[in-house]
């Protein structure tokens, strides 16, 4: 799921380097409109809706947090 998650965030958001850090918000890497982005790219493609919850850092600081998020929410 992660090399699936980064080849879709790599080709949607070219400009930022997913794999440089395992701190993407707290980095200051991430900013809320590419969240957002994010937020659209996954859905769309995994089928899944993000609830507000689960935009939190832990999720989204790393490919691999955001690929757990994915497989939890396709449950």
């Not at 507000?52 to 947090?65: K, L, M, Q, R, V």
Request: glycine share 6%; hydrophobic share 45%.
């Amino acid at each position: 799921m992660e090399e699936r998650v980064l080849a879709l965030l790599s080709e949607e958001f070219p400009d930022v380097d997913f794999e440089a850090s395992d701190a993407l918000v707290d980095d200051g890497i991430l900013d809320s409109l590419t969240i957002t982005g994010i937020i659209a790219s996954l859905s769309m493609e995994f089928g899944i809706t993000i609830p507000y919850e689960e935009i939190i850092e832990e999720n989204f600081n790393s490919i691999s947090g955001l690929a757990k998020m994915v497989e939890r929410l396709q449950d």
